[in-house]
């Protein structure tokens, strides 16, 4: 009897993963002949193409060299600053000053101490 019941829960399991598969290769068939059927979209009428973004122009390698010294001077009189209050003391975005801090901390005269929002800077010492 235990041997009848496993061939009938077999075939039954059987069954119902066919059915399964066949349900789902159907739906992939009905999504491909709408995708291949239906026009590309078109935007509305009278619409305006999108903008394409613009880059923007470099700023001058002696801008740079300038907001960097001005940075570490701000480093140098506040061991352990983040970079949102850099740039509040120095009056600019903090995205503005991502180059010159990474300069900085290549040519090490700022060390760097943490992981985003945590980082702290801290001058070096000569």
């Given at each position: 009897?235990?041997?009848?019941?496993?061939?009938?829960?077999?075939?039954?399991?059987?069954?119902?993963?066919?059915?399964?598969?066949?349900?789902?290769?159907?739906?992939?068939?009905?999504?491909?002949?709408?995708?291949?059927?239906?026009?590309?979209?078109?935007?509305?009428?009278?619409?305006?193409?999108?903008?394409?973004?613009?880059?923007?122009?470099?700023?001058?390698?002696?801008?740079?060299?300038?907001?960097?010294?001005?940075?570490?001077?701000?480093?140098?009189?506040?061991?352990?600053?983040?970079?949102?209050?850099?740039?509040?003391v120095i009056g600019v975005p903090?995205?503005?000053?991502?180059?010159?801090?990474?300069?900085?901390?290549?040519?090490?005269?700022?060390?760097?101490?943490?992981?985003?929002?945590?980082?702290?800077?801290?001058?070096?010492?000569?």
């Open positions: 009897m235990s041997k009848d019941i496993h061939l009938q829960l077999e075939a039954l399991l059987r069954a119902h993963l066919d059915a399964q598969r066949d349900a789902l290769v159907a739906a992939v068939e009905r999504i491909y002949a709408h995708a291949a059927s239906s026009p590309p979209r078109q935007r509305a009428h009278g619409a305006a193409p999108r903008a394409r973004r613009v880059g923007h122009a470099r700023r001058p390698e002696a801008d740079i060299k300038a907001l960097a010294e001005r940075v570490r001077v701000v480093v140098e009189a506040e061991p352990g600053i983040g970079m949102t209050r850099i740039a509040s903090s995205r503005e000053l991502e180059r010159p801090m990474t300069q900085l901390k290549i040519a090490r005269r700022v060390r760097s101490v943490g992981r985003y929002q945590n980082t702290r800077y801290f001058p070096t010492t000569a």
